[in-house]
């Protein structure tokens, strides 16, 4: 039996409007028992992140909750990662973490996977309604975002079918400093849309996209990241300082002007509404910044373009997109198909299909437009490509556009 009174302050926020919650919202006793008993959500991280997670997920009412996490407690984590005890280091802190959680909070159930998260198939995270990230590393960040993209199915016009939707909360921390972002596949940015932000990776140089912004975001943080830096060294920066924030925006105008991007303003500048920084080194400052949702994502889009000459085969085709700069790594042995056709498959279907590569893509495809789909042994889930066919003229023009 619940404690009276228990979940008084979670009801103040799920049974009355308020202005904390989306204009989509529609308060309803019933969500609390959602919540406890139907909703299931999933941690990824048992370590510094994830022990908090639970303990607030499990406190907020979360009945059903699964932790996943390959990792073993070491003695350096006990003086930050509160689940654990000395008795406790050596064994797996999923295991130990869930335990905790068990023990101390009743009425919750939380399931720990001592595993990696790529040994799990796409079918164990398609039940979770909530997936949310405890995560430092950047890799396993960028795969997960894979997962939560990959159930993502679109509408004829390119729109994202709101039922296939998975939900995916990133955060990270270091020292007194933390960020936090809601990502909704097909609707906000997801997390390889705004992944120039971080520092230069050995697959993915910073340099690169920073020399061709797409959105007034990239211009500002541009300025903020790279140019502050390089121009006013020894100096750091202060959002709470005016100077500081208006020598960004003067920049971030600057680089927009140069690259031909509207947008910029100073209330952009200082900071919108889907990200949030948290700052705690000295006193405490938060800081939020609205990032723009990339419409060429490898991830998260409703069609990667591409552009090929108007008598391509599908052989060609084929050709040109592992020459793609940007599958760089991604494709080894593609199958193409559109919508319900099978053009070229790998496997059982190599033969039937194996004549296509031949034949002239336009009339494979019954135009000069399409969306593709390409699946390979190295993509988590299909690519999706919208091809549009055309001689050089036509393609220089409509590039040019």
């Given at each position: 039996?619940?404690?009276?009174?228990?979940?008084?302050?979670?009801?103040?926020?799920?049974?009355?409007?308020?202005?904390?919650?989306?204009?989509?919202?529609?308060?309803?006793?019933?969500?609390?028992?959602?919540?406890?008993?139907d909703c299931r959500v999933l941690c990824v991280g048992a370590g510094g992140l994830g022990c908090e997670l639970l303990k607030d997920l499990a406190l907020s009412g979360f009945g059903q909750i699964d932790v996943?996490?390959?990792?073993?407690?070491?003695?350096?984590?006990?003086?930050?990662?509160?689940?654990?005890?000395?008795?406790?280091?050596?064994?797996?802190?999923?295991?130990?973490?869930?335990?905790?959680?068990?023990?101390?909070?009743?009425?919750?159930?939380?399931?720990?996977?001592?595993?990696?998260?790529?040994?799990?198939?796409?079918?164990?995270?398609?039940?979770?309604?909530?997936?949310?990230?405890?995560?430092?590393?950047?890799?396993?960040?960028?795969?997960?975002?894979?997962?939560?993209?990959?159930?993502?199915?679109?509408?004829?016009?390119?729109?994202?079918?709101?039922?296939?939707?998975?939900?995916?909360?990133?955060?990270?921390?270091?020292?007194?400093?933390?960020?936090?972002?809601?990502?909704?596949?097909?609707?906000?940015?997801?997390?390889?849309?705004?992944?120039?932000?971080?520092?230069?990776?050995?697959?993915?140089?910073?340099?690169?996209?920073?020399?061709?912004?797409?959105?007034?975001?990239?211009?500002?943080?541009?300025?903020?990241?790279?140019?502050?830096?390089?121009?006013?060294?020894?100096?750091?920066?202060?959002?709470?300082?005016?100077?500081?924030?208006?020598?960004?925006?003067?920049?971030?105008?600057?680089?927009?002007?140069?690259?031909?991007?509207?947008?910029?303003?100073?209330?952009?500048?200082?900071?919108?509404?889907?990200?949030?920084?948290?700052?705690?080194?000295?006193?405490?400052?938060?800081?939020?910044?609205?990032?723009?949702?990339?419409?060429?994502?490898?991830?998260?889009?409703?069609?990667?373009?591409?552009?090929?000459?108007?008598?391509?085969?599908?052989?060609?085709?084929?050709?040109?997109?592992?020459?793609?700069?940007?599958?760089?790594?991604?494709?080894?042995?593609?199958?193409?198909?559109?919508?319900?056709?099978?053009?070229?498959?790998?496997?059982?279907?190599?033969?039937?299909?194996?004549?296509?590569?031949?034949?002239?893509?336009?009339?494979?495809?019954?135009?000069?437009?399409?969306?593709?789909?390409?699946?390979?042994?190295?993509?988590?889930?299909?690519?999706?490509?919208?091809?549009?066919?055309?001689?050089?003229?036509?393609?220089?023009?409509?590039?040019?556009?």
């Amino acid at each position: 039996m619940d404690v009276p009174g228990r979940w008084k302050d979670l009801d103040h926020l799920l049974t009355r409007p308020g202005n904390v919650v989306g204009p989509g919202f529609e308060p309803d006793p019933a969500l609390r028992a959602f919540l406890h008993d139907d909703c299931r959500v999933l941690c990824v991280g048992a370590g510094g992140l994830g022990c908090e997670l639970l303990k607030d997920l499990a406190l907020s009412g979360f009945g059903q909750i699964d932790v996943i996490d390959m990792d073993t407690i070491d003695v350096s984590n006990l003086n930050r990662q509160f689940l654990f005890r000395l008795k406790d280091v050596g064994k797996p802190k999923a295991e130990v973490a869930a335990a905790a959680i068990n023990q101390r909070v009743a009425g919750v159930h939380v399931t720990p996977h001592f595993c990696r998260i790529e040994e799990k198939p796409l079918e164990f995270y398609q039940q979770f309604q909530i997936i949310i990230l405890g995560l430092d590393s950047l890799e396993a960040r960028r795969y997960m975002n894979q997962v939560a993209c990959s159930f993502l199915a679109f509408e004829e016009d390119g729109s994202p079918d709101l039922s296939t939707i998975k939900p995916m909360i990133d955060g990270g921390t270091e020292g007194f400093k933390g960020h936090a972002r809601v990502i909704l596949p097909g609707f906000t940015p997801c997390f390889e849309c705004t992944l120039w932000l971080f520092p230069p990776q050995t697959k993915f140089p910073l340099c690169t996209l920073a020399e061709t912004p797409r959105s007034p975001a990239h211009c500002i943080e541009y300025a903020h990241l790279i140019q502050w830096g390089q121009e006013r060294p020894g100096h750091d920066f202060d959002a709470d300082v005016e100077e500081h924030m208006r020598w960004v925006y003067d920049e971030a105008l600057k680089r927009a002007a140069k690259f031909g991007i509207a947008g910029v303003s100073y209330q952009l500048t200082q900071g919108m509404d889907n990200y949030m920084m948290y700052v705690g080194t000295d006193g405490i400052y938060t800081h939020t910044v609205k990032y723009e949702k990339d419409a060429a994502c490898l991830i998260c889009s409703s069609g990667v373009p591409l552009h090929a000459p108007a008598s391509s085969t599908l052989q060609q085709v084929i050709d040109q997109l592992q020459r793609d700069p940007r599958f760089e790594g991604k494709l080894q042995s593609p199958s193409v198909s559109c919508g319900p056709q099978n053009l070229y498959m790998h496997g059982i279907f190599e033969e039937e299909t194996r004549q296509n590569l031949q034949k002239d893509m336009k009339m494979l495809i019954g135009g000069s437009h399409a969306i593709l789909q390409v699946n390979d042994k190295k993509l988590l889930a299909p690519l999706r490509c919208r091809l549009t066919l055309s001689d050089h003229s036509d393609l220089d023009a409509e590039m040019a556009e």
